[in-house]
């Protein structure tokens, strides 16, 4: 389990690794269809804290 420094530390129920851009339009597709929508779909960083500028 990947940790940071929040105070929350949930075990996700699943992890993808999508390996191409293809990958993440499927995620995206699915991520719109009925039979999914009471998944809930966060991305994760690298976890170094970096973020893009005008992304605050």
């Known amino acids: 389990m990947a940790t940071d420094n ?3 530390q949930l ?6 690794y999508p ?7 499927l995620l995206a597709k699915l991520a719109i269809d ?8 966060t991305p994760r960083g ?3 804290g970096h973020q893009w500028p005008g992304f605050d």
Not at 11 to 16: I, L
Not at 19 to 25: C, E, L, P, Y
Not at 34 to 41: G, I, M, P, R, V
Request: glycine share 8%; aromatic share 12%.
């Open 6 to 8: 929040s105070i929350y």
């Open 11 to 16: 075990t996700p129920q699943a992890v993808v």
């Open 19 to 25: 390996r191409s851009t293809s990958d993440v339009q």
């Open 34 to 41: 009925k039979q999914f929508q009471s998944l809930t779909f």
């Open 46 to 48: 690298g976890g170094t």
